[in-house]
């Protein structure tokens, strides 16, 4: 067990994608990843916002939390599973590179699971849903790939999986899943980003959680 200690819509949408995205973290480094072996392991997650667990596939070995945030304007618990680190060969993104190639370390994937107070950030999920998709449709590369209504401990919640661009001098292209829904006075809601080959097992790691995902009352 882990225990954590209106203005317009279009600032709302702005606040939630930086509350549900972490992106993809890069750091000089030579550094190669050592890749966990298969499995599951199970995370708990238990404070005075929410409770929950659920089962993650053991080759997600860093964890980011979970966190709270509890102030006037927020109150949410956020938890982060994280890919081991990957080493590319890269353009310096540093003003002061010049061009140079440098190999750097990456996080290919990760997922992220935040639970909030509904009446600190009043928006339904169909609406959560549609400002990602207003947010992300004007990038060059945007593609939405499925829209559905997946069950998650019972309760539907809207979800939907898409192509964007690359951050600077990560992947070219990214694969993001954005799923959400409301329950317990509680906005839920996952998100996604992976390197675009990774795509298929990555939601099939998804799935599993949300097969596995319990809300412990």
């Not at 964890?63 to 080493?87: C, M, N, Q, W």
Request: with cysteine.
């Amino acid at each position: 067990m882990i225990e954590g200690k209106c203005r317009n819509k279009q600032i709302a949408h702005l606040i939630l994608a930086l509350l549900t995205s972490v992106g993809m973290f890069l750091v000089a480094c030579n550094k190669e990843a050592d890749v966990p072996s298969d499995g599951y392991k199970t995370m708990m997650v238990k404070n005075d916002i929410a409770s929950f667990s659920f089962e993650y596939r053991a080759y997600y070995s860093n964890i980011g939390g979970p966190y709270i945030e509890d102030s006037d304007a927020h109150r949410f618990t956020d938890v982060t599973i994280l890919a081991p680190k990957e080493t590319i060969t890269t353009v310096n993104p540093s003003p002061e590179g010049k061009g140079e190639m440098v190999k750097m370390e990456y996080v290919p994937a990760f997922i992220k699971i935040l639970a909030g107070d509904a009446s600190k950030f009043p928006m339904p999920a169909s609406e959560r849903i549609e400002g990602h998709i207003s947010s992300w449709s004007s990038w060059p590369n945007f593609k939405l790939l499925e829209r559905s209504v997946v069950m998650v401990d019972g309760a539907p919640a809207e979800l939907i999986a898409y192509q964007v661009d690359g951050f600077f001098a990560g992947p070219a292209l990214l694969y993001q899943v954005d799923v959400a829904f409301d329950r317990n006075d509680l906005q839920w809601n996952f998100h996604v980003e992976a390197d675009i080959d990774m795509a298929e097992v990555v939601r099939a790691d998804l799935d599993h959680i949300i097969q596995t995902f319990k809300i412990l009352d």
